[in-house]
C-alpha cells in the first residue's frame, strides 16, 4: 500500500533560521496536503497541493509539490517561536477521500 | 460555527471492557472520518463514511472495531473487549464531502486502556 515517509523526524532550530521537512510517497498522489500540530492539540490543515511542480506560499511557509507527484516539502524561512509543533504531509488514499499521514517532523523553536 | 467536537475528551477503561467514542462532525458535512493517533505517531485511518455508509471501513484494525452514523450526522466508535494496545487519541474529521480537500479534525478522545 502506499507509504508516506517524512524526514527528519525532529527538528530544532534557533528562532530566526530556516526550516525544511520532506516528504515522499511510495505512490504517485493526486494530492498532497500539510496539517500542523500544535503539543496536546488536534491537526489544523494548513494546504493542499494538486499539480505537478505547484508551488503555494502563506507568509513565511512555502509549499512545493514535487514533478512526478511522489514528494513534497515544507519550508519556513525565519522560524518564530509560534511555529513550533509537528508538522504532518498526508497524501489521499485510494478511496480518493481519507488521507495516508506520515509519521511528521517535530519543530522546536528556541528563542 | 462550532466545529468538530468529541466526547468524551478522556476514557479511562479496563482491558476487556466495552468503550464508545462519540462525533459530532461540523453541521452539513456529508463525510466523516475516524483516524488513531499514538504518540509520536501520525493519525492512522480508521473507517470514512459517506453520508449514512461507511464507504471505506479498510483501516479497521479488526472485529473489534465497529463504527455507525445512523442519521448520516453523528457518528459513534465501538470498541469491543478492549486491549492495552488500543490505548491512542481517537481523532473524527469532517469534510464538505468532495475527493481530497480540507479535513477539519475534533480535538479527539485520549482513550488508556489499564
Known amino acids: 500500500g502506499q507509504q508516506v515517509m517524512q524526514i527528519p523526524q525532529y527538528q530544532h532550530v534557533q528562532e530566526g533560521e530556516d526550516f525544511t521537512t520532506y516528504c515522499n510517497s511510495s505512490t504517485t498522489l493526486s494530492n498532497i496536503q500539510w496539517y500542523k500540530q500544535r503539543p496536546g492539540g488536534h491537526p489544523v490543515f494548513l494546504i493542499q497541493l494538486v499539480k505537478s511542480g505547484e508551488v503555494k506560499k502563506q507568509k513565511r511557509l512555502t509549499f512545493q509539490f514535487g514533478e512526478a507527484k511522489k514528494n513534497s516539502s515544507l519550508h519556513i524561512t525565519a522560524t518564530q517561536t509560534t511555529d513550533v509543533g509537528t508538522y504532518f504531509c498526508?497524501?489521499?488514499?485510494?478511496?480518493?477521500?481519507?488521507?495516508?499521514f506520515g509519521k511528521g517532523t517535530s519543530l522546536l523553536v528556541t528563542p | 460555527g462550532a466545529g468538530v467536537s468529541q466526547t468524551p475528551s478522556n476514557k479511562v477503561t479496563e482491558k476487556g471492557k466495552y468503550v464508545e467514542l462519540r462525533c459530532d462532525p461540523i453541521?452539513?458535512?456529508?463525510?466523516l472520518y475516524w483516524y488513531r493517533q499514538s504518540l509520536g505517531q501520525g493519525p492512522e485511518f480508521l473507517i470514512y463514511f459517506q453520508g449514512t455508509g461507511a464507504a471505506d471501513d479498510s483501516g479497521l484494525p479488526n472485529d473489534r472495531f465497529f463504527a455507525v452514523r445512523p442519521e448520516g450526522s453523528v457518528s459513534t466508535l465501538k470498541i469491543q473487549r478492549t486491549e492495552r494496545g488500543d490505548s491512542a487519541v481517537y481523532l473524527c474529521?469532517?469534510?464538505?464531502?468532495?475527493?481530497?480537500?480540507?479535513?477539519?479534525f475534533g480535538p479527539g478522545t485520549r482513550l488508556t486502556v489499564l
Open positions: 453541521s452539513g458535512h456529508t463525510a
Open positions: 474529521a469532517s469534510s464538505p464531502g468532495l475527493a481530497g480537500g480540507e479535513q477539519f
Open positions: 498526508a497524501g489521499i488514499r485510494g478511496s480518493g477521500y481519507a488521507l495516508n
